[in-house]
């Protein structure tokens, strides 16, 4: 009788482990099922396109007097920030003598309306390492004023 013991043993253990071996494949594929369904598209943060805004430049003006403290629009004039003459599709970094940030300089931009509402929104996003020190502006409505203003008053 001792002698069978071990037998009837292994034999229940080998089935149990078969067992065990099965059940975490198909969790696994479970699990794949879904992630796949985690994965699908976003809509929490959809950003607002520029493209679907309209600028109004006498709203714009107002939002323009926190970046005259660095900013002048005169094409002679460099303060704290380089001049914005003729910023729309102006290339970025090439105000002669001003010191850009290397950032900047070799971030190969130029400076469509779009690229200008997307720095406006967070400078750091788009140009991480640029020295202009201005937290942004969120409000979507807000940078495309501002647009307006900087193309009606020597900004394009
Ligand atoms: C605290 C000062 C400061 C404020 C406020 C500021 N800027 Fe700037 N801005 C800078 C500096 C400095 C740079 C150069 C950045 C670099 O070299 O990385 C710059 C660069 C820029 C550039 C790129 C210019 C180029 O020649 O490539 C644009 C466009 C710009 N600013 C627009 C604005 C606008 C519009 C506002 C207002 C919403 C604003 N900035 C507010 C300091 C400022």
Known sequence: MIR?????FLTTTALFALGACSKPASEDGDKAGASSTET???????PVAYA???????AGEAAFAQCKVCHSLEES??????????????????????????????????????????YLEKPQALVPGTKMSFAGYPD???????????KANGGS
């Not at 003459?85 to 070799?106: C, E, F, N, T």
């Not at 979507?140 to 900087?150: E, F, G, N, S, Y």
């Open 52 to 58: 679907s805004l309209k600028g109004d430049a006498a």
């Open 40 to 46: 699908a598209p976003d809509t929490a943060s959809t």
């Open 140 to 150: 979507p409505q807000k940078r495309a004023d501002l647009i307006a203003w900087l």
């Open 77 to 118: 004039k460099t303060m704290i920030g380089p001049n914005l003459h003729k910023i729309i599709d102006r290339p970025a970094g090439s105000v002669p003598g001003y010191v850009y940030s290397a950032a900047l300089k070799s971030s190969g931009i130029v400076w469509s309306e779009d690229k200008v509402f997307a």
């Open 4 to 8: 069978f013991r071990p037998v009837l």
